[in-house]
């Protein structure tokens, strides 16, 4: 009984999917015994000669010299002889899947670049920069744009379905029961920030806090407060500003020649100076120093500073530094420390937390050249100062760079006018011409 | 080159290794082109002898370093054959477990450490092997098989001058089939002459015939005796020749085709068997009935292999690190 | 923990190896110079005299060599420590590492172990320029196979080797050559957890995530932030393979800012590795991106300056904390 078998297109390669049949050496009716070359087969390689493994008959031919078959694939009947030798089984070999690998498309071109001072007071005004239509040089977005577009404010629209949140934003919303998509976005690139989820939380405060299942904790509490603050502050204090630009060279140099003496946890840094001329000038010009309370302005007699603090979680405190006005500079650095500290590690003490007599808000660090704050009731001014810059200067009618910094006043219009203000700011700007004087410890003026 | 006396239970035992070797890698041939074996083959067809002669001479307390193309060595070594065969289609049953395939057989239990597929890679760790038995007090030699091929690594200089050096007890086993892939040693090499590269670090070292098996275990045993008695390294080169590709994928146009004939005018088991006939210490019917076997052994083999399992895929992150210490 | 005394991390290494070598006659130390010269970087001094040439193994200049012979020796029953001088010579015994040593006991199916440990030295700062002051840890890192470990204070190098013997498979220990001559507190028998990272310094709000010879500069760093209200925490990885995540996530959980310190270069670093994987399991506790501060781009020159600007630097760690922790 003579068994039939195929001869197969061989695997020759660990990478041999297919190959091409060549050349047959043998024809049907040939003998064949095991080991001998049949075939010719073209791999991707070389071509190679291949056997057969079992004796016998040629039966049929399969396959076409020149064609291209699969592993696997029979090319040949063979009738076994005396040998009956199956054929070894059909392999599974399935050829890779051809990957077609699409050519690239390209980004759209992106907007012109809004420069960070735009952008940062966009997102401190709560402006959504998307919605913005620039007036600058290939539509670029101005400070004034932005200025317009805080007296109008516009819902910005939600693009493509998606909403562009940064990832504690989203966890926030979730917390809070915000929807993301009615929430404006005024971090980079119009993200929505946990500020920004805060800020709606807030806003709709019964119906939402309502909503949200998270347990509320301390820091939540403080920060809902915070906000609902300033959206009373805005509404009841009829606010006025002024500002003013200050050389700051005099000050600059005497803390550097302070500083060399000076390891790096003692150095002063220049906020130290800033708030120890305001506390001094609330000294001088007390109208700005204290608390409106029921219908009537009731001045301290202490200076309690309270210094803004952004949070961790979005959001600011403003605690005070106690009698600032009497600290001498070191001193005073070292409470900022603490303050700053405790404030970022929410263990503020209660007494920090209500009775500052006069806010100032640095965010300098943070590039912004002014400040235009809002005023922390039941307090009757706020004092901003922004980046230290060189900027160029005429003094002694020579034109030279110096380091400046603005000031800025933002006061109670039912406590004060401009004229009373503007002592105030002139009264900073001496205190930072003579910085010497700084540095005393408690002789009120 | 005549070898000395050898009886007929010996002959026979050397024909039978031999064969049983061969007729693996023939079948070896057969499943790797159905598919059934993947990756790389390296087929040990035509240098027999050399695996055979040289392991009969080791104990089991010896230590057995090879290369890629070590079926040979495994199967004389005592691997299994049903676990080398099943490693080859990588079941777990495998002396690997399926994790290393046809270039990396290890089995602890005859104490055969690979299976190495990086060329001249064995040689470092022969020297450590010796080391440690040095070291430990232990008797055993260490016996490292590699090709010609790695003599142009620095691996293999610095392996012979630290075994030197440190008189390590390393039998250098240098299998020189004439071709690294597909490159001829007399372009490769300014120095063909391998023993003088030897002994150039102070070791003894010469060459044999490694297609007589015969010749073959002679020189190994009095290569394997001076190592253990004078605990420290030997260079034996084994004149080989392989009548196949270097692997299954190679269309082996670097060699004369009339080259490889006549080099299989010298197939070991042939050269054997004509002594053994010649002196009358076997007969046809010996010689069958040994075909018979190896080809039974072989069967029995590829059926265990193919009735074997596979490793589960849940269990793919297991064997990167020990799950026991060694003790 | 046991008595503490302060010794430098030199000392500690030496006497770790030595205890580790009279408490087991299988550990041997091999490698180039290690023992008439005393260690490259006096670590093995008077090891020589105390133990002999058969276990403190001056090695010829064959590092592939002499790490194979490692690996061999670990798998007949020894334990050797090769000290390969530096990973810059460590390029030469790369194969044998990555392809004999992390590999065998896959390979074999579980049947040979290597219990090998291989000390290097790493990275730069000594104006040796471009060839020796490599820092590949994170090559290593990339192994399965390999543990990597790397002790960035004297305690943990004396309490990381014992340890490292007694695992069964090959580590490699990694000494930042600044570190050899710093001092600190260091106890006998104190062995170090080589799964854990650790936290140096706690703090609230941006965590400084670093390992070996960036230590120090991450905690100088701390210092210079802490002054401006910025609390960092610093986490000393220790162990780069495999890195201790849940120390590294929980960290980046609580202070939503993180800045890796990272001597390799920036392109594909290990602070690449864990970037990723904040990114991953961290994503919704991040305030503001990742950030990495690594050496820049250009093989180690010579000029001590130009050596400064290209390394991370206390500056610029500050400067990358403060600016991840002014956003939002």
Not at chain 1, 30 to 36: I, K, N, P
Request: proline share 6%; glycine share 8%.
């Amino acid at each position: 009984m003579t068994a039939v078998a195929d001869f197969r297109m061989p695997s020759l390669g660990a990478d041999m999917d297919e190959g091409t049949l060549v050349e047959w050496l043998v024809a049907p009716g040939d003998e064949v015994r095991r080991g001998q070359v049949v075939a010719v087969v073209d791999t991707a390689k070389a071509a190679i000669e291949v056997e057969v493994f079992a004796d016998g008959v040629v039966q049929e031919l399969l396959v076409e010299p020149g064609t291209t078959v699969a592993v696997g694939t029979p090319l040949a009947r063979l009738s076994g002889g005396d040998a009956t030798v199956d054929a070894p089984p059909a392999p599974e070999v399935t050829a890779p899947p051809q990957v077609k690998v699409e050519p690239g498309v390209t980004a759209p071109p992106k907007p012109p670049p809004v420069s960070p001072v735009v952008r940062h007071l966009a997102h401190q005004a709560g402006v959504d920069l998307a919605a913005v239509a620039g007036t600058g040089p290939h539509g670029e977005v101005r400070r004034q744009d932005v200025a317009r577009a805080a007296k109008n404010p516009v819902v910005s629209p939600v693009r493509g379905g998606h909403v562009p949140a940064s990832p504690r934003a989203r966890r926030r919303a979730l917390e809070l029961g915000v929807e993301l998509a009615d929430v404006r976005g005024t971090g980079p690139d119009s993200v929505v920030t946990v500020l920004d989820v805060e800020r709606a939380a807030a806003a709709s405060q019964p119906a939402t806090r309502a909503e949200s299942t998270a347990p509320v904790d301390k820091k939540q509490a403080m920060r809902d407060a915070i906000g609902a603050l300033m959206a009373r502050s805005k509404r009841e204090i009829p606010h006025y500003y002024l500002r003013n630009t200050v050389d700051l060279t005099r000050a600059l140099a005497w803390l550097t020649e302070r500083n060399a003496a000076r390891g790096v946890g003692d150095r002063l840094v220049p906020a130290a100076l800033l708030l120890k001329a305001a506390a001094l000038a609330a000294r001088q010009v007390p109208q700005v120093n204290g608390s409106y309370v029921d219908d009537a302005f009731r001045p301290a007699d202490h200076v309690h500073l309270g210094v803004a603090v952004s949070l961790r979680g979005g959001g600011l405190v403003a605690p005070a530094i106690h009698d600032a006005d009497q600290l001498g500079l070191d001193a005073l650095m070292a409470a900022l420390k603490d303050v700053v500290a405790r404030a970022r590690s929410g263990r503020l003490r209660a007494s920090q937390m209500s009775d500052p007599t006069l806010t100032v808000t640095n965010l300098g660090e943070r590039g912004v050249e002014e400040v235009q704050g809002v005023i922390y009731p039941p307090q009757v001014a706020l004092v901003g100062f922004g980046t230290v810059v060189e900027r160029p200067w005429v003094a002694d009618g020579t034109l030279g760079v110096h380091p400046v910094v603005v000031a800025t006043l933002a006061a109670d219009h039912r406590v004060t006018d401009g004229h009373t203000g503007g002592r105030f700011l002139a009264a900073v700007d001496a205190l930072l011409q003579d910085p010497g004087r700084l540095d005393s410890e408690g002789e009120p003026e | 080159m005549t070898s000395g006396a050898v009886d007929r239970e010996t002959g026979l035992a050397l024909y039978r290794q031999m064969l049983r070797i061969r007729r693996f890698e023939e079948r070896c041939v057969e499943l790797y082109s159905a598919a059934s074996i993947r990756g790389f083959l390296h087929l040990y067809i035509g240098e027999e002898a050399v695996a055979v002669g040289t392991m009969r001479q080791l104990r089991a307390d010896d230590a057995v370093l090879a290369t890629y193309r070590e079926h040979g060595h495994a199967l004389a070594r005592g691997v299994p054959m049903p676990a080398v065969m099943a490693e080859m289609f990588g079941r777990v049953e495998g002396c690997s477990r399926g994790r290393g395939g046809s270039m990396h057989l290890f089995h602890a239990p005859t104490r055969f450490f690979g299976g190495q597929a990086i060329v001249a890679a064995g040689l470092p760790q022969a020297v450590g092997l010796a080391l440690a038995n040095r070291m430990l007090g232990r008797d055993g030699i260490v016996a490292c098989f590699f090709g010609e091929g790695a003599v142009a690594e620095g691996e293999f200089h610095e392996s012979m001058n630290l075994a030197a050096l440190w008189h390590l007890p390393v039998l250098f086993l240098c299998e020189n089939n004439r071709y690294a892939m597909g490159t001829a040693l007399d372009r490769s090499e300014s120095e063909t002459n391998l023993p003088i590269k030897a002994a150039s670090y102070e070791m003894p070292a010469w060459s044999m015939d490694g297609m007589d098996v015969l010749a073959v275990a002679d020189a190994a045993r009095l290569a394997v005796d001076t190592v253990r008695a004078h605990g420290g390294p030997v260079f034996l080169e084994a004149r080989t020749y392989r009548f196949r590709a270097h692997s299954m994928y190679d269309p082996d146009r670097y060699r004369d085709k009339e080259e490889v004939e006549r080099a299989r005018l010298r197939d070991p088991l042939v050269v054997l068997s004509r002594r053994l006939l010649d002196d009358g210490l076997v007969t046809d019917a010996d010689l069958a009935s040994a075909d018979r076997d190896a080809v039974a052994e072989v069967d029995a083999a590829v059926a265990f292999a193919e009735a074997g399992g596979d490793e589960p895929e849940a269990d793919l992150l297991r064997f990167v690190h020990s799950e026991r210490s060694p003790s | 923990m046991t008595e503490q005394v302060t010794v430098t991390y030199r000392e500690a290494l030496r006497a770790a190896i030595r205890e580790a070598m009279l408490a087991d006659d299988r550990v041997f130390l091999m490698g180039e110079d290690v023992g008439r010269y005393g260690g490259s970087f006096g670590v093995s001094l008077g090891l020589l005299e105390e133990f002999g040439e058969e276990r403190i193994r001056d090695t010829p200049l064959s590092e592939s060599g002499f790490v194979g012979a490692g690996i061999g020796a670990a798998m007949g029953g020894l334990r050797p420590i090769v000290e390969v001088m530096t990973v810059n010579f460590a390029l030469l015994a790369l194969d044998q590492l990555v392809n004999t040593a992390a590999a065998i006991h896959h390979m074999s199916g579980g049947q040979f172990s290597v219990p090998l440990v291989v000390r290097m030295t790493s990275g730069a700062g000594r104006q040796l320029a471009a060839q020796h002051s490599h820092s590949f840890e994170n090559w290593f890192a990339h192994v399965p196979g390999l543990r990597v470990l790397s002790p960035a204070t004297a305690a943990d190098a004396r309490g990381m080797l014992a340890p490292a013997l007694a695992d069964p498979d090959p580590v490699v220990l990694f000494e930042h050559a600044s570190l050899y001559n710093t001092s600190g507190p260091a106890g006998a028998g104190d062995p170090v957890d080589i799964d854990r990272a650790v936290v140096r310094r706690p703090g609230q709000d941006v965590t400084l995530v670093t390992y070996g010879g960036c230590l120090a500069k991450a905690v100088a760093a701390a210092e210079v932030l802490s002054a401006d209200g910025v609390s960092a925490e610093v986490v000393d990885l220790r162990v780069l393979r495999p890195i201790d995540w849940e120390t590294v996530l929980g960290s980046v959980a609580k202070t939503h800012r993180a800045v890796v310190v990272d001597e390799g270069w920036h392109t594909l670093s290990l602070a690449a590795e864990v970037s990723a994987r904040i990114a991953e399991e961290a994503f919704y506790d991040l305030d503001a991106p990742v950030r990495r501060v690594c050496t820049a781009e250009v093989p180690i020159p010579y000029a001590r300056h130009l050596e400064r600007a290209a390394l991370p630097s206390v500056e610029r760690v500050v400067e990358a904390a403060e600016d991840v922790v002014g956003s939002g």
